[in-house]
């Protein structure tokens, strides 16, 4: 099968106005070949800054309404990539792989962040801090594009963690979704944490995708993110413990928050580039 990449030009909802520009320096890159050059399209958003909840609210339901169009018009071309973008693109993303909610799929959520917030609970109003909340049916209703979640909580899983907020744990625990902060992964090994979260969200009745926020992954690998956190997943670790798992009814990719402004030597560039071969398998562009 082939893969169809589709750009998310996502900032009003995240921390710093360079992810922006991300699937656009990514498509021009030495890189691009091995990605796909957009062949899916790109969706923009006006402004290009970040604005805080709720300022946000009404260009970030217009975007993600146009990628959730885009991405359950492309799907059936082949498995959708999508870059961002602030991670608030996940709404359409994830909107557009279940028609708005009609299959709810299991879902990895690759992040060194909860991402679980309402405006009731986040201390920066920035809405890449929500996402995950969103998708699981809970946050301001506007932005719950088909009215409630579109991600089952007991196919849901997140892996990476190291940063969260008061609000956040609390939610996912009371909803059953698992997370793995880098402190049990460090316990138990990340191979063993990949292959059990692998396992929970990938029997899900209508498939699963998979959410990859880069910031997941220790800053020596990946320092173009737009909210760095040290302590990371390994990088060669993540790739070699992604080999072998069973991909069939994976929907969709995503891969989020890379800042081409904050980036050294194209290193998260490479890092990205290596995690979308890893996790696409057998599909390319
Ligand atoms: N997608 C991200 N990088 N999220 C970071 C969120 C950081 C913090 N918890 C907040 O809500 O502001």
């Known amino acids: 099968m082939k893969s169809v990449a589709i750009g998310a030009g996502f900032a009003v909802g995240g921390a710093d106005a360079g992810n922006r ?15 796909g050059t957009l062949d899916g399209g790109l969706v923009w958003q006006c402004p ?16 993600c309404i146009q990628l959730a169009r885009r991405v359950e018009r492309q799907r059936h ?24 909610g009609r299959y709810p799929v299991g879902l990895l959520w690759i992040d060194a962040h909860l991402d679980s917030h ?25 932005l719950l594009l088909s009215g409630s979640g579109v991600v089952d909580p007991r196919c849901c899983a997140v892996l990476g963690v190291r940063s969260f907020e008061a609000g956040e744990p609390e939610r996912l625990n009371r909803l059953g979704v698992r997370f793995y902060t880098m402190d049990e992964i460090r316990r138990r090994g990340l191979r063993v944490c990949v292959q059990e979260a692998w396992h929970r969200v990938s029997r899900a009745r209508h498939g699963f995708g998979v959410s990859l926020d880069l910031d997941a992954i220790d800053p020596r690998f990946a320092p173009g993110v737009s909210v760095p956190e040290p302590g990371g997943l390994s990088l060669p670790h993540l790739l070699q413990s992604l080999r072998g798992l069973p991909r069939q009814r994976l929907r969709a990719i995503e891969v989020v928050e890379f800042n081409p402004l904050l980036d050294r030597d194209e290193r998260t560039q490479r890092t990205l580039t290596r995690l979308v071969n890893a996790l696409r398998g057998n599909c390319r562009p």
Not at 49 to 63: A, F, H, K, N, Q
Not at 78 to 88: A, E, K, T, W, Y
């Open 48 to 63: 290009a800054t970040p604005l805080p909840w709720p300022d946000s609210v009404p260009e970030l339901r217009r975007s």
């Open 77 to 100: 071309r082949g498995l959708p990539v999508i870059i961002g973008g602030d991670h608030s693109c996940a709404l359409g993303t994830w909107n557009g792989v279940t028609g708005f």
């Open 21 to 35: 520009a991300a699937p656009v320096v990514l498509a021009r890159s030495r890189f691009s070949s091995r990605l």
């Open 118 to 142: 309402t405006p009731f609970t986040s201390p920066s109003r920035h809405i890449h801090g929500m996402p995950l909340a969103l998708l699981l049916g809970e946050g301001d209703s506007r």
